[in-house]
């Protein structure tokens, strides 16, 4: 009897427990979400100006090796410590060192809108994680959190910059966990880091800041034909994915090899992006690019933006200017599902849906978030072409990403890498060792 009440007092004692732990979880990402979610709008509001500026006054761009010298030289004198950007993030998360500076805000959200106003291609995903990383450990001081609560803050910081500048709270709280450690999912930091992302989303969108909305009105009967499509398409934007992935990895890699003084880089490769946007005639594949996305779900679009977006992204992002990689990939995405309707008898808007967050899922390794938010983003009725479309193309995007500092938790074939606990960015260089 004595056993038995024992257990019954400690059951109640891990649930009043609980009810602490939510509560001041509660009240951190309130916090946490009132700032992070307000930072985004003002970030969003600055990318619109900024964008509308440059559409206006076209000769902007020919001063884009202007704002790559400011931004290079700006980082160059005060951001060594935090120019890994989501890097750093992810490493403090594996290996806590220190207190993640607090200039990498300010610096990251003026050398993203920065690119933006110049006229180089990039997104705004990885401003705003970063945004959300450096403001969450702030907290760590303020409520004298304990390592592992640091940790939690952290992937909070992460789903509230990434939920508040989309739009996709579900999301938002799934990448922050699923992100850390390919193939795992943090588990223990589910609660904040779903309140986070609710909170911040609702903040920004509290200062009326609108987000692109995209539709998928034809979606086609499963059928095992139609699976067995979809897969393909799968295999397909995970490759691009890779692709993509190695580029800006090849192109970072060039500049910091030929070009020893930094804030150099961005002015060489932003030399060169202004005279080849000059050369083309148009600005298309600068910027967000959220136009030529929108169209992607309505007309037909060139056999080669997809490609044309992936180079200017790469290019501009590994001669160092700012900004993130997930709204360009949504267009590489979305331009490439659209065309693979010549030989893909699926709805071209469904096809358009599922590269929208499958080139995603695949460059981040996240196929889980990438499938939630395309349901948030599209509606349940895609959902099963973009769960396999995701899956496929976190499969066949190998052992690659865009950030190089996740750990391989669960490899992804273990005839190619078995390991666990491997940074991706040490897989290439294990493979020619061997």
């Known amino acids: 009897m004595n056993h038995i009440k024992f257990k019954k007092n400690l059951c109640s004692l891990e649930q009043a427990f609980s009810l602490f732990y939510l509560f001041k979880w509660i009240l951190i990402c309130l916090t946490l979400g009132i700032i992070v979610g307000s930072i985004s709008a003002f970030f969003l509001l600055s990318l619109d100006w900024a964008t509308s500026w440059r559409e206006s006054h076209l000769w902007i761009i020919a001063l884009l090796p202007v704002g790559g010298f400011i931004i290079g030289l700006s980082y160059h004198l005060y951001g060594n410590s935090v120019v890994k950007g989501n890097n750093l993030l992810l490493e403090e998360l594996h290996t806590p060192k220190k207190i993640i500076p607090f200039r990498m805000a300010p610096l990251v959200l003026f050398g993203t809108i920065l690119t933006h106003l110049f006229g180089g291609s990039a997104g705004r995903e990885g401003t705003a994680v970063q945004v959300g990383g450096a403001v969450a450990d702030r ?27 989309f739009g996709t709270p579900l999301a938002g709280g799934i990448f922050a966990l699923e992100v850390l450690i390919l193939g795992r999912i943090r588990l223990d930091a589910i609660v904040p880091s779903f309140l986070a992302a609710v909170f911040a989303d609702y903040f920004c969108r509290f200062w009326n800041v609108p987000h692109t909305h995209y539709h998928i009105n034809s979606v086609t009967e499963i059928t095992p034909v139609t699976i067995l499509w979809a897969v393909f ?59 030529t996305i ?34 360009p990939l949504f267009f590489i995405g ?35 978030a990438c499938t939630v938010m395309g349901i948030e983003l599209f509606g349940i009725e895609s ?9 496929t193309a976190y499969l066949f995007s190998g052992h690659t990403g865009i950030y190089s500092s996740q750990i391989i938790g669960s490899p992804k074939n273990r005839l190619f890498v078995r390991e666990k606990g491997l940074p991706l960015s040490n897989v290439k260089e294990k493979r020619k060792r061997e």
């Open 294 to 327: 929108v169209n992607a779900f309505e007309t037909e679009l060139n056999s080669y933006d997809f490609l044309l977006k992936l180079l200017f992204t790469s290019f501009t992002l590994g001669a160092g200017f700012k900004g993130g990689e997930v709204t």
């Open 233 to 291: 398409a799968g295999i397909i934007f995970g490759l691009i994915a890779m692709l993509f992935s190695k580029s800006t990895h090849f192109w970072s890699t060039l500049f910091e090899k030929n070009i020893k003084y930094p804030p150099l880089r961005p002015v060489i490769g932003g030399v060169i992006l202004a005279t080849t946007v000059y050369l083309m005639g148009t600005t298309k594949y600068i910027g967000l690019g959220i136009p």
């Open 334 to 368: 979305a331009a490439l599902g659209n065309v693979l309707i010549w030989f893909i008898p699926l709805p071209m808007e469904l096809l358009a849906g599922m590269g929208f967050v499958a080139v995603f899922a695949g460059a981040t390794n996240t196929p889980i």
């Open 139 to 165: 907290f760590t001081k303020v409520f004298n959190l304990s390592k592992r609560d640091r940790q939690i803050i952290l992937i909070a910081g992460i789903s509230a910059g990434f939920s508040s500048v």
């Open 383 to 391: 959902g099963v072409f973009i769960a396999l479309a995701c899956s």
